[in-house]
């Protein structure tokens, strides 16, 4: 799958990643439209954030697949979120 990764200041490359695979409550979200907000603007301008974070943690989508034991979510779900930290595409989002 498709990624901005930032690689340091003022350098984003979007390149290819692994697409990961939901574990146990969690849900895997095919991704249709994501934002560059000025969290990432700051990152880009002054290396706050660290090498291999994935830009755009604002996103709208759909669910894709869904892990062991997740009852509230199912396949083609629409929904909204966003990272409460800096992501680099291993720790869970908020939906």
Known sequence: MKAAVYRSKQLFEV???PKPE???GE???KVN???ICGTDVHAFMYDIAPPGSVL???FAGVIAATGKGVTSWKEGDRVI???GE???GKEPPTI
Request: charged share 10%; glycine share 24%.
């Open 56 to 58: 755009g943690h604002e």
């Open 33 to 35: 439209q994501s934002a």
């Open 81 to 83: 979120g966003g990272g």
């Open 22 to 24: 939901p574990g146990p």
């Open 15 to 17: 390149t290819d990643i």
């Open 86 to 88: 800096w992501p680099t």
């Open 27 to 29: 849900v895997l979200i």
